[in-house]
Every structure is written in structure tokens, then in C-alpha cells.
């Protein structure tokens, strides 16, 4: 297949807005490929390379770009080939070799594959539809049901091997937990209380939220293996928890839980802390990890066993300073006095099951609010493409605004449409993409917690922002300050 059409197909997934039309075009693709491009394919049509890591950036891509073929001559087997070459690099003179291996690749390219590729090193593919909707599109090219392809793509965790072998019209039960081989994590959904979260879960126990670093432990005998949320291997990175794995009275085992960065009061330092020493093996913090829950214990699989037997697994192996906290609907509070996030509401008889989030899991957090002054706009891309949509968000500081980050989240087509003529009503000048605008239209941003960030001026940042409303009726002189946002930090 002419890798034109995968970038084709991206375009269209990207105007659809409803899952479904998004999963079928996407099978139309899949169909399309051949055998030896459909591991590649799959991964490039949820949005990254098979190779996962190339070792190039933003640098390598913006730096005297090549002009684009006039015609499509690359096959989806070509360009894995080399975007595998790329990755092989390493050593002395790797990080030219790579950015050459890329030009060339590149030169080969028409306009539309430079972008499609461009967005794929970079990570940048807005189409909405990554790993789970592809996912879905790959039982329908396959015409296998979509548990099968769910439950394989969670035991396997790599998409385009799961695709290569659904496509090829083999059996998805060769697909198990293995030891040393990490699996897709369960997710959570959310609810605006525990309240809520039971009526979604049905009986259910409460345990604390972290925010930590997601982490997967896989021993078998004296070997250990650590993984992150996005199946990375960071063994090295953390030896005091491969230590405390290697002190567990069993043989092999599957736990998965949080690794976090505490006070000496048990409290816990800002997630940057943990995010920082998770990053490198070096560091005067040590991460204590948190389990709360076991897929696998002395040669067997729990993953099918409701969540009742598989925490008795847990209490029986793990010590409880080991533990993530787990009790009734009181752990709410106990869990915000003691500095974390809030809760999860888990249902005592679900199986372990990866895949889009559902109602055996479910988050509670209290929501920060904080009224914002919008600084400047990017235009939109895909299905926003024409409307004013990435929000460049200012707290007042001093005689003047000072900008916290970015957002586009939460945005309705309808807030949109709205917020494009307004804020070109403000338009002062323009940079590129970028649409300055006079700092007078106040919205309502909800956001997770404040971090340190050098990025910005005021040298804080919003954790996932979103936009809940814009505030036309607020002058920007009652804007939030940052000293408000500052508190919040503190808190």
C-alpha cells in the first residue's frame, strides 16, 4: 500500500467525528495493507511509529526541510524499513545519521506523507482515534468479535503485532500473560463523587488515588522487570522498588500500583518530584511504590478472577506499607488530608480488563477552578480547522497578565464557533499559526493541580486544564490572580 493512503485515511478519520465512522474507515485501510505493512500500518493509523522510540525530534524535522515529491512513490513497507534504520542508530555521529536517514525519507515524500510522518515522530496525530479505536477497527477488517481483539491487545500490549496476527486470520488466544511481558493497564473512568462513582459500580471498596508513576512489576525468580503506563522498561530507573519486588515471599508475579515520592510524614512531594527521579536513575529521593492489584501470582493468572480474590492475593503477599490505601466511602478524606488526588471506586466482582474506560473503575477528584484571561488563540487542526481553538491562558500578576499554558480541551463545536468570532473581535496581531488578541475574554478553566514549570513566565503550569465555560459577563479586572493560583499549589 502507497503510504499516501495511510495519510489519506488519517485526513478522513480526522473530519469524522462519531467512533463508529472513524473505526470503519480505518478498517477500510486495514484491509488495504499488505501482509508485511499491517504491524507497521495499524501503529501508524493510532498514531505512532511500530518502532516506538526513533531518538529524533522537533530539531531533526524543522531544520532545512527537503521539498516534497511531486508524486507518491512510498509503500507503507518502505517506510518502516526506514524508520527502523533510524531507530537502529546509536554511538558516536547517531544523531546526524538519524536526522540524514530522516531527510532522505522526507525528500521522498509529498507534501501530505511530510505531514502524516512529521506527526507521527513528533507524536502530534489528532485524529481521535488512537490505540482503542483502531482497535476496534482491526475486529471489524478482521470480522473477529471486539472482545477478542481487546483482551489481546491487553495481554499482548502492541497493537500492530495484535493487528498483524487478527488480519492474518489467526488464532487471538495465542495471546497470554507472560511473566516478563507487560500488559495494558486497567483504566478508570470519573464521577463527581463516590456517590456517584457506586451507582456506576455497583458494590464496590474505596481506595486512595496517587499521583505517582503508573507502574507494572513483573518477577519471575530473581528477575525483575519493571514497566510504565505506556509499557516502557524502567527497571533501571528504580532499584529501590526491583528491591522491594525481590523482597516479596513468592516465586513470579504480575503487580501493578504507583511508584511515589513521600515525605518523611508520608505525605507526598509535588508530582514533579516523582516525575523527575521516575526520569533518571540517579537522584537524593527515593520512590516508594504502592500496589493495588495482582494479574499474576506463582503460575497463576488472575486476571479473570474478580477483584475480591485478587486483592486477597495482594493483602496475602504484599506488606501494607506496600499497599495503596483501601476501605468505604471515609477514604476520601482521609486520602485528601494525607496531601493525594482522591479516589477510586472499584467493583468488587470485575475481572482486570484494559481497553476504553469503564464502570468497574471509577475516579473521584475535587476540581480546581480558577477564571482565566485568554492571551492568544492557535487556529485549529482537522475537524477544527478554521475555528480558533488552542487557548493561551494569563492570571493577572502585578499591572499586567502572566500565562500558566494552554488548552483546547472541553471545547464544544458550538464554544468554538462562539469563541472564534469573539476572539477575532480582539485580534491584535498575529504570529503564524498564533492570533494575539487584546486580554479581555475571561473563561473557566478546571485543571487537576498546579506544577513548576520554567516553560512559562510565572513558573507554574495548569496539570490538564480544560475549558468548562467562557465567562463574557466577567471583566478581566476579576480575573484570578497568580497569587490565587499559587495557593493552590500550596495547599
Not at 97 to 113: D, I, V
Not at 213 to 218: E, L, S, Y
Not at 261 to 273: S, Y
Request: aromatic share 4%; net charge neutral; no cysteine.
Amino acid at each position: 500500500m502507497l503510504f499516501a493512503e495511510l495519510a489519506a485515511a488519517t485526513e478522513d478519520v480526522r473530519a469524522e467525528s462519531g467512533r463508529l465512522a472513524k473505526a470503519e474507515r480505518i478498517a477500510a485501510a486495514l484491509r488495504g495493507l499488505a501482509p508485511d505493512e499491517r504491524a507497521a500500518g495499524a501503529s501508524y493509523l493510532a498514531g505512532s511509529p511500530r518502532q516506538r522510540v526513533l531518538g529524533v525530534g522537533w530539531a531533526s524535522l524543522k531544520e532545512d526541510p527537503p521539498a516534497p515529491a511531486a508524486e507518491a512513490s512510498l509503500t507503507v513497507a518502505e517506510v518502516d524499513a526506514a524508520l527502523e534504520r533510524v531507530a537502529s542508530l546509536s554511538g558516536a555521529g547517531s544523531v546526524a545519521g538519524r536526522r540524514a536517514a530522516l531527510g532522505e525519507l522526507m525528500a521522498r515524500a509529498t507534501a501530505s506523507e511530510q505531514a502524516f510522518l512529521r506527526a507521527l515522530v513528533l507524536g502530534d496525530i489528532r485524529q481521535g482515534a488512537l490505540a482503542a479505536v483502531v482497535g476496534d477497527a482491526v475486529a471489524k477488517a478482521a470480522e473477529v468479535p471486539v472482545k477478542d481483539v481487546r483482551r489481546a491487545l491487553m495481554l499482548r500490549g502492541d497493537l500492530g503485532a495484535v493487528a498483524a496476527v487478527a488480519l492474518a486470520g489467526e488464532d487471538l488466544g495465542q495471546f497470554r500473560l507472560e511473566v516478563g511481558r507487560p500488559i495494558s493497564p486497567m483504566l478508570a473512568s470519573t464521577a463527581p463523587d463516590v456517590d456517584a462513582a457506586l451507582e456506576k459500580t455497583g458494590p464496590a471498596a474505596v481506595e486512595w488515588k496517587l499521583d505517582g508513576a503508573r507502574i507494572q512489576v513483573h518477577r519471575d525468580g530473581d528477575k525483575v522487570r519493571i514497566f510504565t503506563r505506556t509499557l516502557d522498561d524502567v527497571t533501571a530507573r528504580i532499584p529501590e522498588v526491583v528491591e522491594a519486588a525481590l523482597a516479596l515471599d513468592a516465586r513470579s508475579f504480575v503487580l501493578d500500583g504507583e511508584a511515589i515520592a513521600l515525605r518523611e510524614n508520608g505525605r507526598p512531594h509535588p508530582f514533579q518530584v516523582t516525575g523527575s527521579r521516575f526520569a533518571s536513575k540517579s537522584g537524593t529521593v527515593l520512590l516508594t511504590p504502592l500496589f493495588f492489584d495482582v494479574m499474576h501470582l506463582d503460575g497463576v493468572d488472575l486476571l479473570d478472577e474478580p477483584a475480591s480474590v485478587r486483592v486477597s492475593a495482594l493483602h496475602a503477599l504484599v506488606p501494607e506499607r506496600w499497599r495503596v490505601p483501601r476501605g468505604g466511602p471515609e477514604q476520601l478524606e482521609l486520602a485528601l488530608a494525607q496531601g493525594h488526588e482522591g479516589v477510586v471506586v472499584k467493583a468488587l466482582e470485575a475481572p482486570y480488563e484494559a481497553g476504553r474506560r469503564g464502570s468497574a473503575w471509577v475516579k473521584v477528584k475535587p476540581v480546581h477552578t480558577l477564571d482565566l484571561v485568554v492571551l492568544a488563540v492557535e487556529w485549529g487542526s482537522g475537524r477544527r480547522r478554521g475555528k480558533l481553538s488552542n487557548l493561551w491562558l494569563g492570571a493577572r500578576h502585578e499591572d499586567g497578565f502572566v500565562m500558566l499554558g494552554k488548552t483546547f480541551k472541553g471545547l464544544t463545536d458550538a464554544m468554538l464557533a462562539w469563541q472564534t468570532e469573539k476572539l477575532l473581535e480582539l485580534e491584535t496581531r498575529r504570529e503564524g499559526h498564533v492570533v494575539h488578541v487584546r486580554p479581555e475574554l475571561v473563561v473557566e478553566i478546571a485543571f487537576d493541580g498546579v506544577q513548576t514549570s520554567p516553560r512559562y513566565p510565572g513558573g507554574v503550569a495548569l496539570r490538564f486544564a480544560r475549558v468548562l465555560r467562557h465567562r463574557p459577563d466577567k471583566p478581566a479586572a476579576q480575573a484570578d490572580t497568580l497569587e490565587a493560583v499559587l495557593a493552590v499549589r500550596s495547599a
